[in-house]
């Protein structure tokens, strides 16, 4: 799916996500690799999502 292609992703939706998956090291010696699989994988999610949102908010400025 291109970012044309998206549905509009607000900033509300950017900010919930950011705030239920914090961007943080794991602090949990005994945290598995999969856990942080997990993590990076919703902050793979979040950070396409503020791409969309960004380039969305960009072609409206711009009026494309």
């Known amino acids: 799916m291109k970012f044309k292609d998206f549905p509009n992703v607000s900033a509300d939706l950017i900010e919930a996500l950011a705030d239920a998956f914090p961007n943080k090291l794991p602090d949990n010696p005994l945290i ?3 856990e942080v699989n997990v993590s990076q994988g919703q902050q793979q999610v979040i950070g ?3 791409a969309i ?3 969305q908010n ?3 400025l711009e009026g494309k």
């Open 48 to 50: 396409y999502l503020r």
């Open 32 to 34: 598995t690799i999969q």
């Open 58 to 60: 960009k072609n409206i």
């Open 53 to 55: 949102y960004e380039k």
